[in-house]
């Protein structure tokens, strides 16, 4: 059986380097990380390799959607493995969770190919806990991703 590739795309009116400070800036990324039905809140904050933030996200309506580490939240503890200014970032992730579901490491690739005016911005998530539907998943990627092209995006 081949391994689970969690991956959504999204072409951003953004340079490579734009999309990459997004990625690596505080204020930036509680703005538009959380998806839609979320809100987010960075703990901790350390951007370099081998550093890495703490997330809690909310749900806005916990009734459709419970938390993963409480009935309204999400808390996921990312560190950076992998920082290639304007081209990549890799976040090792881990949830806060009691369901061994949602244990283990889940690794999130962002690779940025600079693509005429914008940048082809690619997630692709490996190593996804099994209580995480692929389908639900994808949706949230694409979600933030379009938060991320309205953010850098708008005028």
Avoid at 76 to 96: C, I, K, S, T
Avoid at 105 to 116: E, K, N
Avoid at 130 to 143: C, V, Y
Wanted: aromatic share 6%; hydrophobic share 45%.
């Amino acid at each position: 059986m081949a391994a689970r590739a969690d991956r959504a795309c999204r072409l951003i009116a953004a340079s490579p380097a734009a999309v990459y400070g997004a990625l690596l800036d505080r204020a930036a990324l509680e703005a538009w990380l959380p998806p839609s039905g979320m809100r987010g809140r960075i703990e901790r904050w350390d951007p370099r390799p081998g550093g890495g933030f703490r997330m809690v996200l909310t749900y806005l309506d916990a009734a459709d959607a419970p938390g993963k580490s409480s009935d309204a939240t999400d808390v996921a503890d990312v560190g950076f493995a992998d920082l290639a200014p304007g081209e990549r970032v890799v976040q090792r992730v881990v949830f806060e969770a009691d369901d061994p579901a949602f244990a283990g490491v889940m690794t999130m690739t962002w690779d940025l190919a600079g693509s005429g005016d914008g940048t082809e911005v690619t997630v692709t998530a490996t190593d996804v806990p099994s209580g995480i539907g692929q389908a639900d998943h994808e949706a949230g990627i694409a979600s933030s991703l379009g938060n991320l092209a309205a953010y850098l995006e708008r005028p």
